[in-house]
Structures are given as C-alpha cells and as structure tokens.
C-alpha cells in the first residue's frame, strides 16, 4: 500500500531525531492500544486469506524496522529469533523467503506474549538506534523510519478491518468495544451536486512531506467537465436500490461482478443481517440496528458500480476526484473519532462533505502506474508496483485511518470483489 517517494535527503538536526522517536514511540503504542481489548484466542484467528491474525500484524511491523533500519544500520544488532525474518516476511521476495498468507493463521507459535517480546526487544534497539544514529546514514535512517511509521499506520487499519471480521464469523456477535462513541443524530439532507470545469489539470504528490511512490510523479491529467455528490451514498438510499431488485438485475452488473454476486449470494452489503423484518449491521459495537443516515460501507467495486448505474450515474475517476479534494480541509471522522463505524455528515459545508474519513470511495480508475513511475531500487521497491493490476484506486481514508496518514493524493487499492475495508461511494455525473 505505498513506499517513500524518491526525495533529495539532507542531513537531519538531532532535534529531528528526537521528534521522529517521539513519534515511533507513539504510533507504536498506538497498535497496542488498538489490540488491548482483544481475548487471547482473539489473536490467532485467521478468518479468511486476505485476513491477518492480529498476533501476526504486530509481529510483521515489527518485523519491518527489524529488517530494514535495525539490521542494516545499527552495529552488533542481534535479532531475539532469526525464523522470525521467514515468519513475518509478508511478501518481499528480494529480502528472504516470505511464509504463505494463506497459512498465518495455522501459526501458534511464537505466542501472543512472544509477539510482544519481540515489540519491546525491536522498540528497545529503534531507541537505541535514533538516539545515537551513524551519522553517515543518518538521512537514509529518517526516511526508512518515516516509511515504517506510515507501514505501521496502514497496519493499524488492516488490524481493525480484520478483527471486525474475525469477530462477526462469531454467531454471539462478540463486541470489541463498547464505549465506542455513538453515532451523531443527524439526517442527511437531498444530495447537491458541485460542478467543475474540465481542462488540464495536474494530479500526484509534489512538494515536502511523507508520500508513497505510487502517489507520484506529478503530472498532467485531462479531465472532461464532470459534477460530484455533496456526500456519499447513505444505508437508506443503498436500501432503496436492494428493494427495486438491485441485487436481481443483471443490466446493472459488470460480467464479472453479476458472476461474483451470484456465485456468492450476496443481496446486501457485508455486515449486514435482517433481525424480525428490519436490517441490523455488525459493528465493532456488536450487532447494531442499521443507522440509515450513515454512509454504506463494506461493499465491493462491483456492487458500487451497480448502484452508480442503478441511480444514473456513475463512479468519479480518481483524478476527478483529486480534483475535487485538493484544496478541501482534511478534517473528517478518522480512527481518533472513534466511533470506528462510518456516520452521518455533521459539518455544514460549501463543497463536498465527507471527502476524507468516514469511508473510502471507490473510483472507477485501475491501479496502474503514473506516467513516469519508477519504484525505490531494493526490497523497498517491492512496496508497490507489483501490485499495479487487477486492483482499483479509492480515496479519502475510512473511519479506521489515522487522521495524519490521509492527504488528497493519497491511492489506496483493494481487488474489485473485496468488501471487508470500510469502503463506500460517492456519485460522479457529466455536466
């Protein structure tokens, strides 16, 4: 899900050092508190292949620092297991020989309090390492540690995605937290469209800060003249398209996704149950009667798509959407909400709501390399580019994000049948 853009390194001031151990230290804590409510059995559980075991996630972020900053920049760095660097390789092959995917979930050793181990014995020598960095390579430290921080974010997400599914195979409806915040009282207003001019316009990362390479190069992007709902699809108006036989109309569906549905049987979104003739969703809450005015979540590309077409119009690109978001406040309900449950618009606003957080929008643009990408060399590289194919772009982060790892060019990316990310939609229409 995303690597370093290439930028000139200058030599960093000690005070950054000690900001950037800050930081490590609280985004590493950060992960830690999320898996703090989870039952030890919780751990192991595997729920399907595209799910990591919770044990698993933390051990391979921490795996991450240990084979890209610990091993080759701190001298006399030992490892607490060397299997640990086949265990929790995810998939880079240029480093070692990663373990299936597939089988995480057959792993029960090392044990829950072995994974911690192994944290507190990586976080201990990434202390050591960023107080007293080799100054030679201290510019290069910086930015591997910047990537890991942001890999770790990601992984706070993925964690919170795969323990929500992993609780809702449970017929109990076991609930993560209850004291998540409660969702506002609001109803959405008839959805307004914003129109925007066509013309050449430039996409992509440009400038200072953290980027991964698949946001850049910057480049030049047409776009036709194109409107943008004000908000996105809500659960009340996605029910509307389930009872006028959505679901059962194969003119709405792409091939490939009327063959999924079908083969499959969805009729609903993810989550979704119906208790004594109305619909309930599992939540991270437990099982919660269906919030009407909130944005529908975990649904596939291909039932997006449907539904744009069932409401005549059609999915954004994501340079119409980038388009849209670049000079909009990136405030929006992140993982620091915590509600971890999509909600309704509660901001007055000018332009579009709801562009960041909440949920990610699918677009209708593959994931494929801008004009002019080139990865980082090394493992570092694998980071990214093998993945441009067979995926689709979304936008925006989720309520599952942490607010600091968003930005508006941000390219996000899931196979098109995938539902268990918090992802939504928003309708795009010609002018």
């Keep these: 899900m995303g690597n370093l853009a290439q930028q000139p390194k200058q030599q960093p001031a000690l005070a950054d050092m000690d900001h950037l151990l800050q930081r490590f230290q609280q985004v590493r804590a950060t992960s830690e508190a999320i898996c703090a409510p989870l039952q030890i059995e919780d751990y192991v559980i595997q729920s399907m292949p595209d799910v990591s075991p919770p044990k698993w996630h933390l051990a391979h972020i921490s795996w991450f620092f240990e084979a890209f900053l610990l091993k080759p920049y701190l001298p006399g760095y030992k490892p607490l297991n060397a299997a640990y660097d086949h265990l929790f390789n995810s998939y880079y092959e240029t480093h070692s020989t990663p373990f299936p995917r597939v089988q995480r979930g057959l792993i029960s050793r090392p044990g829950v309090e072995d994974v911690y181990r192994f944290r507190q014995h990586v976080d201990r020598a990434m202390g050591e390492l960023l107080t007293h960095p080799p100054q030679q390579h201290a510019a290069e430290i910086m930015h591997r540690v910047e990537l890991g921080l942001q890999h770790e974010q990601q992984h706070q997400e993925l964690l919170l995605m795969d323990i929500k599914h992993i609780l809702a195979q449970n017929p109990l409806h076991p609930v993560y937290r209850s004291d998540l915040k409660p969702a506002p009282a609001l109803h959405n207003d008839r959805v307004r469209w914003h129109s925007y001019a066509g013309g050449v316009r430039h996409i992509g990362h440009a ?216 992802a939504g939609l928003r309708l795009a229409r010609e002018l």
């Design 207 to 422: 400038g200072s800060g953290f980027a991964f390479d698949c946001e850049t190069p910057r480049h030049r992007q047409f776009v036709e003249d194109f409107q943008l709902a004000d908000r996105l699809v809500s659960n009340r108006e996605y029910l509307s398209f389930i009872a006028d036989g959505g679901y059962a109309r194969s003119e709405l569906w792409l091939s490939d996704g009327w063959a999924h549905i079908r083969q499959h049987g969805w009729n609903a979104p993810l989550y979704w149950h119906r208790e004594d003739g109305g619909w309930c969703e599992m939540t991270l809450a437990g099982l919660q009667p269906l919030d009407l005015e909130a944005p529908v979540c975990h649904i596939s590309f291909y039932e997006a798509d449907a539904y744009a077409r069932w409401a005549d119009a059609r999915l954004p690109t994501e340079a119409e959407w980038e388009v849209a978001a670049t000079d909009q406040p990136r405030r929006g309900n992140f993982l620091e909400s915590d509600h971890l449950q999509p909600v309704c618009a509660s901001v007055p606003h000018e332009g579009p709501a709801q562009l960041f957080g909440d949920v990610w929008e699918w677009t209708a643009s593959a994931y494929r390399p801008y004009p002019g990408f080139h990865p980082l060399e090394g493992s570092l590289g694998e980071y990214n580019g093998k993945f441009m194919s067979g995926q689709m772009v979304l936008r925006g982060g989720c309520c599952a994000t942490p607010e600091s790892h968003i930005r508006a060019t941000y390219r996000n990316f899931f196979q098109p049948a995938m539902r268990w990310q918090f």
